[in-house]
């Protein structure tokens, strides 16, 4: 089974603050996501890499910046939190379809 | 622009009776198509997809989703729900780029409650 595994299941942070959500898949997938889950809102796409040092901006880039430096690390940065992040973040990869998802990381930026 | 529907934000089903979410999607070229559940605090779970051939896909946990393309419709079924399948559900569109890569269009999902 594919297993993709994110660092955190809950993180507070604090306004300003930089903060990295980390990633890591073990199936050798060429693409890996962000998304950021909200009620009523369903699944937006914030980044996504298909190679390493690969990236492409998804539909709500604004505020966050990625990095792929190995293949089976993708991680999610946020440059300056602000409360308008809190959000619960999901990851994915894939070789081509279908995703498959880590369980998320619930931030809290206070 | 391509786009994902469930009209349906939350369902109410008692625990035996036949279910149905609906979905409709708006894309110009022939869809990828797939449903997800979500389980409360867990990441997304492939139920079922869709690429091409038959247009009624058998899914895991007793689930099934019939493809029409003249509706523009992707409707997940299953003949009795259990009180295990509260959760969200999440249709989604693949749209794959010339690239090779792919990204996932996803609906806003159907909270689905099973009374007993």
């Known amino acids: 089974d594919v297993k993709v595994t994110q660092s955190s299941r809950y993180l507070v942070k604090r306004t300003g603050e930089k903060v990295f959500l980390e990633c890591v898949q073990d199936m050798d997938h060429e693409n890996m996501f962000w998304y950021r889950q909200d009620p009523g809102l369903g699944l937006r796409l914030i980044y996504f890499?298909?190679?390493?040092?690969?990236?492409e901006k998804g539909d709500i880039p604004e505020g966050y910046s990625v990095s792929r430096e190995k293949k089976e690390r993708f991680s999610l940065i946020l440059e300056s939190a602000s409360t308008n992040q809190t959000s619960m973040y999901l990851c994915a990869s894939s070789f081509s379809q279908p995703q498959h998802f880590g369980d998320g990381t619930r931030l809290s930026i206070l | 622009a391509q786009s994902v529907t469930q009209p349906d934000i939350h369902i109410t089903v008692s625990e035996g009776a036949s279910l149905e979410l609906r979905c409709n999607y708006s894309y110009g070229a022939t869809p990828y198509l797939f449903w997800y559940v979500q389980s409360p605090g867990q990441g997304l779970q492939l139920l079922l997809k869709y690429f091409s051939g038959d247009t009624l896909v058998q899914g895991i946990k007793g689930f099934e989703a019939e493809f029409k393309r003249s509706q523009s419709s992707f409707n997940l079924r299953k003949p009795s729900v259990h009180w295990s399948d509260a959760a969200e559900y999440f249709c989604a569109v693949g749209i794959m780029f010339s690239g090779g890569y792919n990204k996932l269009i996803f609906g806003a999902g159907t909270r689905l409650a099973v009374h007993p």
């Open positions: 890499s298909y190679d390493v040092k690969m990236k």
